[in-house]
């Protein structure tokens, strides 16, 4: 049973360009949401987290979105750069489930020069 | 720089073997969780330790256990290997308990099972 799913494999932008990486789940016991980027031979390295009491939150060039309702919540790169092609995972957590993160499959990022 | 470190960094075993993989997690950190990463999956709650005790489990069988010792380090024992046990398996540190303690991963151990 897949609570955190990342349906798009893959994501191809330009470089300067928004990168919208998406992300849905079906657990609404969910309160809490994070993003993390992959490299190649590293391991996950946190990026931006949103609670569930807010529907936004921006940390430089990121922003993550949560819609409780539509149980969907995207992570916004603007402006795209080289150095963020990586492996993005979005993950979420639930009260009473404390450190227990469930990952989605996650979406490759290239960002083109 | 995350300071939490595994070893080795590849391993390569037979089916039925038995495996033990390290982790070492930042000073302070009294919370580890293992994850385990198949090919093009994102990565699986295996357990988590807390204060050298176990604090939570995923959907993973009893040949899958864990230790954690005083001086931040722990292990991933895994009994009876399968083939599908092939898998990157990460470890992850945080501070405490609460949901949202930034979780830290190590770069994981690629295990190979033949």
């Known amino acids: 049973d897949q609570q955190v799913k990342q349906n798009s494999p893959s994501l191809s932008v330009q470089e300067g360009r928004i990168s919208i990486l998406n992300c849905d789940y079906t657990?609404?016991?969910?309160?809490?949401f994070l993003w993390y980027k992959k490299y190649p031979a590293e391991g996950p390295t946190f990026l931006i987290s949103i609670s569930s009491i807010k529907d936004k939150n921006e940390d430089g060039r990121f922003t993550v979105f949560l819609n409780k309702s539509a149980k969907h919540l995207s992570l916004h790169i603007v402006p795209s750069q080289p150095g963020d092609s990586a492996v993005y995972f979005c993950?979420?957590?639930?009260?009473?489930?404390?450190?227990?993160?469930?990952f989605g499959q996650g979406t490759t990022l290239q960002v083109k020069p | 720089e995350t300071g939490v470190t595994q070893s080795p960094t590849h391993l390569i075993k037979t089916r039925g073997q038995q495996v033990t993989l390290r982790c070492s997690s930042q000073s302070g950190h009294n919370t580890v969780s293992w994850y385990q990463q198949a090919l093009g999956q994102g990565p699986q709650f295996i357990f988590q330790y807390y204060r050298e005790e176990e604090n939570g489990r995923g959907n993973f069988p009893p040949r899958f256990s864990g230790l954690q010792f005083p001086n931040y380090s722990s292990e991933l024992n895994v009994n009876a290997l399968e083939l599908d046990d092939s898998a990157l398996y990460l470890c992850a540190s945080s501070e405490g308990l609460a949901g949202y303690d930034t979780q830290y991963f190590g770069p994981g151990t690629r295990l190979t099972v033949l």
């Open positions: 993950a979420a957590s639930r009260p009473g489930n404390t450190g227990k993160l469930i």
């Open positions: 657990n609404s016991m969910f309160d809490y």
